[in-house]
């Protein structure tokens, strides 16, 4: 009899050695699952990156402390999973987030032009004043944008840039100077506004294209590769602070592979990239872009990991978010929808026929239900001889893409990421086209149908990146100027929001597995909230921040009381950056 409880009692040691233990854990808070609506726990446990359990504060620190066991009291707040961006220009913007002034979150146009005066005051010679992108008039108590002449008078010793969503920018008289731009300048699909004497105004203004913006901030300065690695490392220090865990990158216009991709891949590498980014390749050069993806299918693969830290921490995924340049249906509702190129279907089917055979998952940018029916029409095609066979695909945007249309989607597996462009845009659109009668994009129609739907910000350079500003639209339907652009019964409960920026962000990347819910086995990305968003009015939601972010287990920002917890990060470089100034988004 005691040989028998001997060995219950040496087994049960074992067991109790054999249990894995926790790197951290914490408690006392409401932790939203997210696997159904109303499951909360008290306690949640890590180890390596991976959730080991949820249950009680008692039951995990129990069963999961040890004396190395981080533990952190969650005070009653709110905790979810990381949010995850499926539409994010974030890589690019890394390169370029120390150079501008944010006017995300100022709530007065006096204000804004205060920081551009004083931010004038402290930028050195030779060097721009840019804000780019991130807001709109409807912000702002005044419900104007600023004139040129307001902005001479604020700024008429250094150039400054302004631009204004997709279709509209701001150059400063030492701007015009410092650029020589004259009577004779010019870019195609866009207009050089000039005065009755001939001299350019100042503004630029995007017509089939946004030309000459693009190509006029080309012209602004770039950082040097130190200062990019600082810069996207405070950009994503940035995103964290509102509980941003995780973007999926959609490439941009002069984003060029892999030259541009370098400043993020030295934070992966040295263990401070803070955010998993799955990133997607944009071929640049139009009429060159098959030979661009097959060079590419040549050097690099989908879900290739080109870091050393985490699972999926930074990871090519495939291709796009445009894959042609006849293919680009550019959407400024500042003017009427343009008609592709009769070439989009000749030119997009070989990159389609190429990718869908070398197994490379893509996603396209498309805006119009007209663009998408064309699309479409090639896809379908190229599925008849070289099926898609389940190959992860999904249109980037699809405002008014038709039920006709997502039924399409639907029948070749396809998904769709939207954004939030509508809360900047709907304004815009009301006047061009009229009030919609029906939510833009049909998000409630997607999920009804079971299509894949991942929710993003498109950000920076149309709308901020803060995506509790997103969460307000989807749970309103209204402008960021308070206009009510859905109408009221499209708008969605708050699981199935913060359902879209989780787990349903994750499908664009391939980890709906392993991502977007805080249960075992999943990835211990998680955010303590400023404000219960469960319970919060849609209006305070808009105000939720992070007080603390985990990924991959590890604490990698933290304010308030949790502020010590923080990891160090070097101040922004240059010197004058804005950010050591103003920060980013004006909370």
Request: with cysteine; charged share 20%.
């Given at each position: 009899?005691?040989?028998?409880?001997?060995?219950?009692?040496?087994?049960?040691?074992?067991?109790?050695?054999?249990?894995?233990?926790?790197?951290?854990?914490?408690?006392?808070?409401?932790?939203?699952?997210?696997?159904?609506?109303?499951?909360?726990?008290?306690?949640?446990?890590?180890?390596?990156?991976?959730?080991?359990?949820?249950?009680?504060?008692?039951?995990?620190?129990?069963?999961?402390?040890?004396?190395?066991?981080?533990?952190?009291?969650?005070?009653?707040?709110?905790?979810?999973?990381?949010?995850?961006?499926?539409?994010?220009?974030?890589?690019?913007?890394?390169?370029?987030?120390?150079?501008?002034?944010?006017?995300?979150?100022?709530?007065?146009?006096?204000?804004?032009?205060?920081?551009?005066?004083?931010?004038?005051?402290?930028?050195?010679?030779?060097?721009?004043?840019?804000?780019?992108?991130?807001?709109?008039?409807?912000?702002?108590?005044?419900?104007?944008?600023?004139?040129?002449?307001?902005?001479?008078?604020?700024?008429?010793?250094?150039?400054?840039?302004?631009?204004?969503?997709?279709?509209?920018?701001?150059?400063?008289?030492?701007?015009?100077?410092?650029?020589?731009?004259?009577?004779?300048?010019?870019?195609?699909?866009?207009?050089?506004?000039?005065?009755?004497?001939?001299?350019?105004t100042g503004l630029l203004y995007a017509k089939e294209t946004p030309m000459a913006i693009y190509r006029t901030l080309a012209l602004t300065g770039k950082l040097t590769p130190e200062e990019r690695i600082n810069s996207s490392e405070h950009f994503y220090r940035e995103i964290n602070s509102f509980g941003i865990t995780s973007v999926v990158d959609a490439a941009g216009g002069s984003?060029?592979?892999?030259?541009?991709?370098?400043?993020?891949?030295?934070?992966?590498?040295?263990?401070?990239?803070?955010?998993?980014?799955?990133?997607?390749?944009?071929?640049?050069?139009?009429g060159k872009e098959f030979a661009d993806y097959e060079k590419w299918i040549t050097q690099t693969y989908p879900n290739k990991n080109d870091h050393i830290l985490m699972a999926k921490g930074y990871a090519m995924e495939g291709a796009g978010e445009n894959l042609i340049a006849t293919g680009a249906d550019f959407e400024n509702f500042l003017e009427p929808r343009i008609v592709l190129?009769?070439?989009?279907?000749?030119?997009?089917?070989?990159?389609?026929?190429?990718?869908?055979?070398?197994?490379?998952?893509?996603?396209?940018?498309?805006?119009?239900?007209?663009?998408?029916?064309?699309?479409?029409?090639?896809?379908?095609?190229?599925?008849?001889?070289?099926?898609?066979?389940?190959?992860?695909?999904?249109?980037?945007?699809?405002?008014?893409?038709?039920?006709?249309?997502?039924?399409?989607?639907?029948?070749?597996?396809?998904?769709?990421?939207?954004?939030?462009?509508?809360?900047?845009?709907?304004?815009?659109?009301?006047?061009?086209?009229?009030?919609?009668?029906?939510?833009?994009?049909?998000?409630?129609?997607?999920?009804?149908?079971?299509?894949?739907?991942?929710?993003?910000?498109?950000?920076?350079?149309?709308?901020?990146?803060?995506?509790?500003?997103?969460?307000?639209?989807?749970?309103?339907?209204?402008?960021?100027?308070?206009?009510?652009?859905?109408?009221?019964?499209?708008?969605?409960?708050?699981?199935?929001?913060?359902?879209?920026?989780?787990?349903?962000?994750?499908?664009?990347?391939?980890?709906?597995?392993?991502?977007?819910?805080?249960?075992?086995?999943?990835?211990?990305?998680?955010?303590?909230?400023?404000?219960?968003?469960?319970?919060?009015?849609?209006?305070?939601?808009?105000?939720?921040?992070?007080?603390?972010?985990?990924?991959?287990?590890?604490?990698?920002?933290?304010?308030?009381?949790?502020?010590?917890?923080?990891?160090?990060?070097?101040?922004?470089?240059?010197?004058?950056?804005?950010?050591?100034?103003?920060?980013?988004?004006?909370?």
């Amino acid at each position: 009899m005691k040989k028998l409880i001997i060995i219950i009692f040496l087994t049960s040691m074992l067991g109790a050695s054999a249990q894995q233990k926790a790197d951290m854990i914490i408690y006392n808070g409401k932790i939203a699952t997210m696997v159904k609506p109303g499951e909360f726990k008290q306690a949640i446990a890590m180890h390596n990156g991976i959730v080991l359990a949820t249950g009680t504060t008692e039951e995990i620190v129990t069963n999961y402390k040890n004396t190395a066991t981080k533990l952190v009291d969650a005070g009653g707040k709110t905790v979810i999973p990381g949010l995850n961006d499926s539409h994010m220009h974030a890589i690019r913007e890394g390169l370029n987030y120390n150079m501008e002034l944010r006017w995300d979150g100022v709530k007065t146009l006096k204000r804004a032009m205060q920081m551009l005066k004083e931010q004038a005051a402290r930028t050195p010679e030779g060097a721009w004043v840019k804000v780019v992108g991130g807001w709109n008039e409807f912000q702002f108590a005044e419900k104007r944008q600023p004139t040129i002449d307001e902005i001479n008078a604020a700024v008429p010793d250094k150039p400054v840039f302004i631009t204004y969503l997709y279709g509209k920018a701001f150059l400063n008289k030492k701007g015009i100077e410092v650029l020589g731009y004259d009577k004779n300048t010019s870019y195609p699909g866009s207009v050089v506004e000039l005065d009755k004497d001939g001299k350019p105004t100042g503004l630029l203004y995007a017509k089939e294209t946004p030309m000459a913006i693009y190509r006029t901030l080309a012209l602004t300065g770039k950082l040097t590769p130190e200062e990019r690695i600082n810069s996207s490392e405070h950009f994503y220090r940035e995103i964290n602070s509102f509980g941003i865990t995780s973007v999926v990158d959609a490439a941009g216009g002069s984003q060029n592979y892999d030259a541009d991709y370098q400043a993020s891949l030295a934070l992966a590498k040295a263990g401070k990239l803070t955010v998993r980014t799955a990133y997607y390749l944009f071929a640049q050069q139009k009429g060159k872009e098959f030979a661009d993806y097959e060079k590419w299918i040549t050097q690099t693969y989908p879900n290739k990991n080109d870091h050393i830290l985490m699972a999926k921490g930074y990871a090519m995924e495939g291709a796009g978010e445009n894959l042609i340049a006849t293919g680009a249906d550019f959407e400024n509702f500042l003017e009427p929808r343009i008609v592709l190129s009769p070439d989009m279907e000749t030119d997009l089917e070989p990159v389609i026929r190429l990718l869908v055979k070398n197994r490379w998952p893509f996603r396209l940018h498309a805006t119009y239900g007209e663009s998408i029916d064309r699309m479409l029409n090639v896809f379908e095609k190229v599925n008849k001889d070289t099926p898609f066979k389940g190959l992860r695909w999904f249109f980037d945007h699809a405002e008014t893409i038709t039920d006709p249309e997502l039924a399409r989607v639907k029948a070749l597996g396809g998904g769709v990421a939207v954004q939030f462009r509508m809360y900047f845009q709907g304004e815009l659109y009301t006047k061009m086209y009229g009030q919609p009668k029906t939510q833009l994009p049909p998000i409630k129609k997607m999920l009804a149908m079971g299509i894949p739907v991942g929710m993003g910000t498109d950000a920076p350079r149309i709308s901020t990146y803060n995506p509790w500003m997103a969460m307000h639209w989807l749970l309103t339907g209204k402008t960021i100027g308070g206009m009510q652009f859905w109408p009221q019964d499209q708008i969605l409960d708050k699981f199935t929001a913060l359902q879209l920026y989780t787990s349903g962000s994750a499908w664009c990347s391939g980890e709906q597995d392993v991502k977007g819910k805080l249960v075992k086995g999943m990835y211990a990305d998680m955010v303590i909230l400023s404000d219960d968003y469960f319970t919060a009015n849609t209006e305070q939601v808009k105000h939720i921040t992070a007080l603390m972010t985990v990924v991959n287990g590890k604490i990698v920002y933290a304010s308030g009381k949790y502020a010590v917890e923080s990891p160090a990060i070097a101040a922004a470089i240059p010197v004058w950056s804005p950010i050591n100034y103003y920060g980013g988004y004006q909370k």
